[in-house]
C-alpha cells in the first residue's frame, strides 16, 4: 500500500507542479483600516484565518499612520524596562508547507523615542524554546527601514501545528540613545509569512490526535480523533471552502466523490476549542 500511495502522490505532484512549487502567503497583517481588527490577519488562505497580533508586557495596541500613504501599523507604547521581554508575537500553523519564511518592518518613535534594538525568534509549539531567527537582527529607526525581507525559517518550522514568531526589544537603548521611557513607541507593519506546499502525504495522518485515512482517497475520508469535534471545514488548494458540517463526534466518514483530485486542508474544532489542520489527497 505505501508503494501504490508514493505512486499517486507523484502523480498528482506532477499534475500540480505550476502550483505546488510556488511559495503562498500563509499568513498576513497589513492594516488597512484603522480599526483594531486588522490585528487578525487578512491572508486568503484558511490556515490562520482568525490568528492575531499581540504584544507582550505593553500597553494596548492602536492604530497609527503605516508604511504606505494611506493605510496603518500596529502601534504600542510602554515598552521601558523591557529588554528581553517585551515583544510583538503572532501564533500560526504551517501545516502542509515547507520552505517558511518571515518579513515584516518596523519602525520607532522619535518623540518618543521607541526601542532601536530588535530580534526575531520562533519556537515550535507551547513547550518550545525560543531561538534565534538566523539574519533576524533588527536595527529601527524614525523610519521604515527596520526590515526583515523573506528571511527563511529553519526547517523545524516547516509542516508543524503550532508555530510562534516573536519580535522582541534586545535592550533598553531609544532610537536617540537615551533610555526607553513609558511613552517610548514601536511600530510594525507588512508581516508577511510565506510557504511552499509539501507533497508526499502518508497513507495516515495521525498529528495531534486525529488519524485521517485513506490518504489519497478517491470515495470517502474517516476521522478519528482522541477528542470530540464539533465542528468541520474542508478548504481547496486554492483556499476554497468545499465543505462545512457542524458535528459531535469521535469518528467521521465524509463523502468525497463529488471533489476534483487535488490536494486538500481539514480544520477541525474540538469540544476544547482547540482548531487542528491537517492535508490530505484525493485521487481519481
Known sequence: MR??????????????????????????????????????QNGILPLNLNESLRTEGTLAITMTNGVTTGDYAATATGWDNGADVKNWNIHISTIGYNNITLSSKQRSGNTNAGPINWKA???????????????????????WTGVLNNVALPIECSDVNELFI?????????????????????????????????????????????????????????????????????????GQ?????????????????????????IKTINNKNEVKTQKFEIFK
Open 3 to 40: 508503494i501504490f500511495t508514493k505512486t499517486l502522490s507523484l502523480a498528482i505532484l506532477l499534475a500540480f507542479t505550476g502550483h505546488i512549487n510556488a511559495q503562498v502567503i500563509l499568513a498576513t497583517w497589513t492594516f488597512a483600516n484603522n480599526s483594531l481588527n486588522d490585528t487578525i
Open 121 to 143: 525568534q520562533y519556537k515550535v509549539g507551547q513547550s518550545g524554546i525560543w531561538t534565534d531567527v538566523v539574519g533576524g537582527t533588527i536595527t529601527v529607526a524614525n523610519d
Open 166 to 238: 516573536r519580535w522582541i526589544m534586545t535592550s533598553n537603548i531609544g532610537i536617540g540613545g537615551g533610555t526607553v521611557g513609558a511613552a517610548g513607541t514601536s511600530k510594525i507593519d507588512d508581516v508577511v509569512i510565506k510557504g511552499t506546499a509539501v507533497t508526499g502525504i502518508e497513507d495516515v495522518i495521525f498529528n495531534s490526535g486525529i488519524a485521517i485515512y485513506p490518504n489519497p482517497a478517491t470515495k470517502s475520508i474517516n476521522l478519528n480523533s482522541t477528542e470530540t469535534i464539533n465542528e468541520l471545514l474542508i478548504y481547496n488548494f486554492a
Open 241 to 265: 471552502s468545499v465543505y462545512n458540517s457542524k458535528i459531535n463526534s469521535n469518528n467521521i466518514s465524509i463523502d468525497v466523490e463529488g471533489f476534483e483530485s487535488g490536494l486538500y486542508f
